[in-house]
């Protein structure tokens, strides 16, 4: 036992000696470890000197605090902040356009034209001495700035001649939590949810507070407490006060609430007997409970809505539309400033149309202009469901009366949930830089998004409370990129994937270069693995985790796979040109055109948008059966690939996290390859094609 203890000492000592203590995952992007660059430490010590926060709030507290961690953690000194400057140099944080202070430092009339939560930081001189400001017409918009000014420190950036300014491009930055009052998490593959409703609200976690440090530390500035799929009883008096005591502690951050409603709430949970928008007694029942919500949470952000969809209650239970709907419930939130974000994520009836790609838009179109002026229509990436890549929505771009936000997932429902490494930077930055054409060319989606009267973005979160809060160390890549391209941030993937690489897994050369390395292609890896040239919504239908290609439910065509492939002797893909379901006529001309053509359609959604003959040659040269084969093998490659890699970080990476992504990367080796041999031996039983002998052995049991 003794020997042990000694042995376990020892190993300690020399992890740290190496600079590799022990990680659990827990401080996400925000660890703050000390500089092991000398020259670097010494310069920076030099040109931080002290730290002065100017004034007192909870905001300025949390801003005083996180520079006091972060910048005590990489000086290696202990840091204080005080409120007047003495020394040669300093770091100010001012938060007010009217600040003496501004005035001193002659940037007064600048951050008078900046925008709320807009920030600058700006090295100025004055009478000799040295000073970074880090300045903001409002609170939250310094504590990004101070978030901002420790990112340089973490990502190891020059922090002389500073000239910043930044400005977020959409107003709400947004988390979705799909958490349920239980504890469970639909679609969560990180523990349990993070809210402890049970505990609330005399119990409160201390994760809470992280929580807020990493969303405001990327810029998110909202959060939906709970599922999509709501219960009535969220709304009830003793879980809103809950949820009071959440918001409490998010808002210093810079954090409004929100919750999702269930439409039927006014009759199941307040007793009425109808919830439908026309009754007079349903839209006093939503006024006075917004009332209620708005004396127990005076920033109240507003309500998500899931209805008429996959089950859930809504306007058209009464032969009403959408806007009557989320009109009723805007009505209530209006004169707090609260706002509806009404999902299209409809796809009910087949009456609608054959094609479950155009529901959406054919249900929303028509009520273009009808939406109060407080309600967003909320659109996911894509036409589908979340497919691990979609062409992006028809409604972005088309509804142009109506304020639409997008709706983008971050847990990985669809892509190997926590086992799988996939980066989805570059799948959302495909999606912003989509042109719609809505305008002319060059009308991206994100274009779209900031031209519509009330701004926003959501993400559906994949943190819960695993140590280590998304359940592979990888995944928290995901809740840092989403927040920083929500900001509007113009930084591309590789440069997102950086920064995140520094300040996760530390600065040193070959460990950045090989994790940013590993991070680059693996969406589009997973991409081949699980749907190659477009193929899409294959999997099995409780988990989404595995591929099961070969179903079809007369009942439900839309939840099995032969309804999204129609893969027969002949060919392969969904036609959805004009001689098939025409979903690409919901697009701009443009647009259309090119996805409607078979040589100008890119490779990646040939099968979305295409049925062709199996052999049919595309511009690799290959057949479609040859660049399935391909693609499916490059996939499985690529996660080789990373195995070799991550392997030869060894030693250069704590051990803890290099064993658990280790183990992970075998689990996602099993899973690509499973999808590789399910899919590929289920085509060959209908084309009867062979060639394919040596991928489909390979992963047989040998005996
Ligand atoms: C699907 C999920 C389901 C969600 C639904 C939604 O499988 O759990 O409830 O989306 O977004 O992707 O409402």
Redesign the pocket.
């Known amino acids: 036992m003794r020997v042990q203890l000694n042995i376990t000492a020892v190993l300690s000592i020399l992890l740290l000696a190496g600079g590799l203590r022990a990680e659990d995952g827990h401080r996400l992007w925000l660890r703050y470890d000390q500089i092991q660059d000398r020259q670097l430490l010494k310069q920076y010590s030099l040109q931080v000197g002290e730290i002065v926060v100017a004034g007192d709030s909870p905001t300025l507290t949390a801003i005083r605090g996180e520079l006091h961690r972060g910048l005590s953690g990489l000086l290696g000194q202990d840091m204080s902040v005080v409120t007047n400057w003495k020394q040669k140099s300093a770091v100010m944080v001012i938060a007010s356009t009217n600040s003496l202070l501004m005035e001193t430092v002659g940037l007064r009339q600048e951050l008078a034209s900046l925008g709320d939560e807009a920030y600058l930081i700006r090295s100025v001189t004055k009478d000799n001495r040295l000073l970074t400001v880090v300045a903001s017409p409002t609170e939250a918009g310094a504590l990004y700035g101070a978030f901002h000014f420790l990112r340089l420190l973490q990502t190891q950036q020059n922090i002389s001649n500073l000239n910043i300014t930044e400005q977020p491009k959409l107003q709400r930055r947004i988390l979705d939590h799909?958490d349920n009052l239980d504890g469970t998490v639909?679609?969560g593959y990180a523990g349990k949810s993070l809210w402890k409703w049970s505990e609330l609200p005399g119990m409160l976690d201390p994760r809470y507070q992280d929580y807020a440090r990493a969303c405001a530390s990327i810029g998110l500035n909202g959060v939906v407490l709970n599922?999509?799929?709501a219960k009535p009883e969220q709304l009830a008096t003793d879980n809103l006060k809950k949820a009071a005591k959440l918001a409490e502690v998010l808002r210093p951050y810079g954090i409004r609430v929100y919750l999702t409603a269930n439409f039927a709430s006014p009759k199941k949970l307040g007793g009425l007997w109808t919830a439908n928008p026309t009754d007079p007694k349903a839209r006093r029942w939503w006024k006075d409970k917004v009332d209620e919500i708005y004396s127990l949470i005076p920033d109240f952000g507003g309500f998500l809505m899931?209805a008429n969809?996959?089950g859930?209650p809504g306007p058209q239970d009464y032969k009403l539309t959408h806007a009557d709907g989320a009109n009723m419930i805007a009505e209530a939130l209006a004169p707090h400033d609260g706002v509806v974000m009404w999902?299209a994520?409809v796809y009910n009836s087949s009456k609608v149309d054959k094609d479950r790609a155009k529901r959406a838009y054919l249900e929303f179109m028509p009520l273009d202009g009808k939406f109060a002026t407080n309600v967003f229509v909320q659109v996911?990436n894509g036409p589908i469901?979340?497919q691990p890549r979609e062409p992006f929505h028809p409604l972005f771009g088309a509804l142009k009366k109506t304020s639409v936000m997008a709706?983008c997932?971050i847990t990985q429902?669809?892509m190997g949930h926590s086992t799988d490494i996939v980066f989805l930077a570059p799948m959302w930055k495909e999606l912003f830089q989509s042109d719609t054409f809505a305008n002319g060319r060059g009308t991206t989606v994100m274009d779209t998004l900031e031209a519509s009267p009330l701004t926003g973005i959501a993400g559906?979160s994949n943190a819960g409370d695993d140590t280590n809060w998304c359940g592979h160390d990888f995944a928290q890549a995901n809740w840092y990129a989403f927040g920083r391209l929500a900001w509007g941030s113009n930084l591309s993937s590789d440069q997102i994937a950086e920064e995140w690489t520094r300040m996760t897994w530390g600065s040193d050369a070959k460990v950045v270069s090989t994790v940013e390395a590993m991070l680059r292609g693996s969406w589009e890896a997973c991409v081949n693995y699980e749907m190659p040239l477009g193929l899409h919504h294959i999997m099995e239908g409780g988990g989404?985790y595995d591929p099961k290609p070969g179903t079809l439910s007369r009942n439900t065509p839309e939840y099995s796979g032969w309804y999204y492939h129609k893969a027969d002797v002949k060919g392969i893909g969904f036609d959805r040109t004009a001689t098939g379901s025409d979903a690409v006529g919901q697009y701009a001309p443009e647009v259309a055109a090119r996805f409607a053509n078979l040589e100008a359609c890119p490779p990646e959604l040939f099968l979305w948008f295409h049925h062709v003959s199996w052999d049919y040659r595309l511009k690799t040269g290959h057949t479609v059966w040859e660049e399935l084969c391909s693609r499916y093998q490059a996939g499985v490659d690529y996660v080789k690939e990373m195995q070799v890699q991550w392997e030869s970080l060894r030693g250069k990476v704590d051990v803890d996290r290099f064993e658990s992504v280790q183990t992970k990367l075998e689990a996602q080796l099993r899973h690509a390859t499973n999808w590789r041999d399910v899919c590929l031996r289920y085509f060959q039983t209908v084309n009867h094609k062979q060639g394919l002998k040596l991928l489909a052995d390979e992963t047989q049991p040998k005996n």
């Open positions: 799909w639909e679609r599922n999509v799929n899931k969809s996959e859930q999902r994520f996911k469901d979340f709706e997932e429902e669809n559906v989404h």
